[in-house]
């Protein structure tokens, strides 16, 4: 996937450019940033920030790649040493690798690359429908040359895994499966309408009661 935003600054302009590969047999996901003015001021300095107000153009381009296995050992056992030293990721199984890679360029600069950012920026990347399912939660864990980070999905799409992330490296999806039934899962959505059913049906028991002992009198 090649998709490319342009946002005007002043007399400037900033193209942000994503593209999105896989090396599997599944498709690679769709990747978004969830406000592209914060990635743009994440991305760039305050220097390239004035420079682009002042009538320069910049490009950001961000690469996500797609793999079913972590690109080395050294850095599969970074990831397994943050989820074996957190007993509350043991329960979630691999979902699916993925490279992040930046650069930037300003006007007749030289690009360089970006490893982390300014501030936090939330991505929003498209659950692949091999790993949908109902009740299922995702969490990630991005690796920044062997700085490790969990992050949790901050939406309630369903559709969509979006987490906020500052920095560029390898990422890890993982996921797990809700313990609760459907019926389950349903009951605990609802509560006020089952509770309101239950207590219909108990008045109906302690009037059938009450009636058949006024009857006996």
Not at 24 to 36: C, F, L, N, Q, S
Not at 62 to 73: G, I, K, L, Q
Not at 77 to 104: P, W
Request: hydrophobic content about 35%; proline content about 2%.
């Amino acid at each position: 996937m090649h998709e490319s935003t342009n946002i005007s600054y002043g007399s400037g302009n900033v193209t942000i450019i994503a593209n999105s590969d896989s090396l599997t047999e599944v498709a690679a996901p769709i990747i978004r940033a969830g406000d592209y003015n914060e990635l743009v001021t994440s991305c760039l300095t305050k220097k390239e920030m004035n420079a682009v107000f002042e009538g320069a153009s910049a490009e950001i381009v961000f690469n996500y790649v797609m793999r079913d296995d972590a690109p080395s050992e050294e850095v599969k056992e970074q990831f397994y040493e943050v989820i074996n030293g957190d007993r509350t990721l043991s329960s979630y199984s691999e979902g699916f690798y993925m490279d992040v890679s930046a650069q930037k360029s300003i006007e007749s600069e030289p690009e360089s690359e970006i490893y982390t950012l300014n501030n936090e920026v939330e991505l929003q990347i498209e659950i692949p429908l091999f790993l949908k399912k109902d009740g299922r939660h995702y969490i990630c864990i991005a690796n920044n040359m062997g700085v490790c980070k969990v992050l949790n999905d901050v939406d309630i799409d369903a559709d969509t895994f979006s987490i906020s992330s500052d920095c560029t490296g390898n990422y890890m999806l993982l996921y797990k499966d809700s313990s609760f039934s459907a019926v389950e899962r349903q009951f605990s959505h609802k509560p006020g309408q089952y509770l309101f059913i239950i207590g219909i049906i108990a008045l109906l028991g302690l009037w059938f009661i009450l009636d058949k002992i006024h009857s006996q009198k």
